[in-house]
């Protein structure tokens, strides 16, 4: 499966390209208003292209990221595809409940992590060693928290949690709890 | 003059609030409270960005997130509800030509908003209670982390904005539909069918000769309608608040209520229906209006295409009250298909709306050129670049495979959150503050045209700087609502605080612009009962 890591590269290009084009734009409009010039018309034709290239942008980022990010349509389905192993997770009191001190997962293996919450709303989060982001879910008490992930890159992860349950929940990490092995 | 003199009295004295009328006065003190309390979420920003570079030691834990709990909300009611609201009771009036439907009721709103800011605000400060904007279920009514009876001041407090703010949509909507004494009778219900864009979805399927003519400016009509998303919002957040005040006061009694009665994903459903109705509903509307308000007066034109930016605002009605599910992409139990219309598709419709007000507002300014670059102008640009940069990103993580990976990072909060609400939304408030503040003071000079550039210039680099670098921090894997004790992120977060601190370096020099050019006496005066007991707008002189 595509490392979510890859998926932000991806995504820091684009819209940094986006933002220097859009300040770019403002900033030569910003000039020219305040000059005299040639005609001053805005065509309608103009004006509808503009839209139907939000149309079609809007649109098509949806479309273009369910056939190119790999866990969407897995999320979407995760009810029908078997794991290759679940990880019972419980949330209680501000802290994590394992079933196990250590999660080993083999290389290509899908992983079903499946997490309650006894009392508040909580998020669960896998992270690398650099502390950047694998993927994360929120953790709502009295309903099914399950997030179904294909690994297949070696490391060690980090569990915490993502949501703001109360002060006393900001620093709900268990360091280097899920291990990845076997892959190439 | 002498600088002491020009600071008790303003710049040449030209300002003097004996002469204002009630309308003017009251609006003025909506939007010199507004002012103050945005000063108040500046520093309240600021203490975090340092706190995200070092912990600050003798702020502990709790208080950062009574700080992040207040910081918001001080943000949004106490300042850009005072200024949007004080601002738009002047504006409709002024722009229909008639007197505002109750000026005794804007001042109760004004009021209540101003006090409810500050009950919940102090109540954060006393008692650190810090279940965040976001109330998620059961953590405002989970008594093991707060004291009840704290909570049931905060909520009061929250629960009398909301008061102030139903209290605006009664006056602003009497305001269009009313007939003043001595009037020739109005036609109420056509004036409202204009105003909330019903007119201009109508005149798009006639032929040109014959289409109606509109009965209420394009701005006015944004007024009405995001004025429709206040009024729910309002709704939703004073029902839950009375249900966590429930949950309180049985608490302070000695009974303990059971939280699961209350399931913790519908409650989330309806808080971020209603908390969207502000976010993706009001503020883009409210926006929306104000740009064209803006657009309009400084090129004395009428808007470009204008029946189909009214039509767009009855879209965005529908948009704004189906929107909400992009905040529970996260939310396995979250049906699918609610993740895919909602979370999704409607959201990408906001890319449409918001784009094409933005284009209908500079296609009137082409239109118009050459333009003298004034403070309004400028300021103008700088919110459609606010909005340029926020929109797209808010549309990127609304989807479900980004979301995964974005959700409840910094992301969130930089290029979207802050660039909206610093860039796009500030600076068009400052913009029409900046077109006002003649009307409304008289007349009066601003003090330095140095000051107000950099105003400009300060806050423009440091809300996209702030903004872009928190997004940086965000791809990288750092969370929102927390702390990082061992610096993982540091470089970017330094950066932050420096963008941050030339936010707080703008707003000094706006605020101390405007003393200078109004003086102590003519803001202190502002707060003095009116010897004025006239209903028009303006005094008769300045007519």
Known sequence: MTDSSLVLYGQTIAYTCYAVVIILVIAWFGFAITRKGKGNKVSKTLFYSFVSMLVILGVSLHIVTFNTIPWVSMDLDRKNIQADQVFDISMENHQFILPQEKFVINCGEKVMFNVTSNDLTYGFGLFRQDNSMMFQMQVVPGHVNDILWEFKENGIYTIRSTEYSGPKGHQMIIKDVVHVIGCE | MSYIQTLMNGEQALFSARKLTPMQRITLRFVVVGILYYGVAVIEGMIMRIYQIEPITFLGSDHYFAILTAH????????????????????????????????????????????????????????????????????????????????????????????????????????????????????????????????????????????????????????????????????????????????????????????????????????????????????????????????????????????????????????????????????????????????????????????????????????ARPLKMTNELKFLLGGLLGFGLAVPAGIMQADIGLNRILHNTQWIMGPHVHVAILVGLTMTLYAAIYLLFPLLTNGAKLYSQKLANFHFWAHLIGGIGMGAFMGMAGLQGMLRRTIYYEGEFNLYMILAGICGFMLLLAFLAFLYNIIMSVGVKGVLGIFMPSPNKTKDLLPAETK
Do not use: C
């Open chain 2, 72 to 367: 918001p909300l001080v943000g949004i009611f106490g300042s850009t509800y005072l200024i949007v609201f004080g601002a738009f009771l002047f504006v409709v009036p002024f722009l229909m030509k008639k007197p505002l439907w109750s000026i005794k009721l804007a001042n109760t709103t004004f009021w209540l908003i101003t006090i409810g800011t500050f009950v919940f605000w102090f109540s954060g400060f006393l008692t650190h209670y810090a279940p965040l904007y976001t109330l998620y279920w059961p953590l405002p009514a989970d008594f093991n982390q707060f004291d009840p009876l704290s909570g049931a001041i905060f909520i009061t407090g929250i629960a009398i904005v909301m008061l102030g703010a139903v209290f605006f949509v009664i006056n602003i909507f009497k305001t269009i539909a009313y007939t003043p004494e001595g009037w020739e009778k109005q036609p109420s219900g056509a004036l409202l069918a204009d105003a909330i864009g019903y007119s201009g979805l109508r005149n798009m399927f006639r032929r040109k000769s014959k289409q109606k003519e509109h009965l209420v400016d394009i701005p006015v009509a944004a007024i009405a309608r995001g004025t429709v998303d206040t009024a729910l919002n309002a709704g939703i957040i004073l029902f839950t608040g009375v249900l966590i005040l429930v949950y309180m006061v049985a608490a302070i009694m000695g009974y303990d209520l059971k939280t699961t009665a209350i399931d913790a994903l519908l409650y989330k459903n309806w808080f971020w229906w209603g908390l969207d109705l502000i976010a993706d509903g009001l503020v883009l509307i409210f926006v929306a209006g104000t740009w064209y308000l803006l657009a309009m007066m400084i090129t004395g034109r009428k808007i470009f295409m204008q029946n189909i930016a009214r039509a767009a605002l009855l879209v965005e009605l529908i948009v704004s009250w189906t929107v909400w599910s992009h905040h529970l992409l996260s939310d396995q139990s979250q049906p699918g298909i609610l993740k895919i219309v909602s979370g999704e598709l409607v959201t990408a419709f906001e890319l449409i709306t918001q784009g094409l007000a933005f284009f209908v507002t500079l296609a009137t300014l082409w239109l």
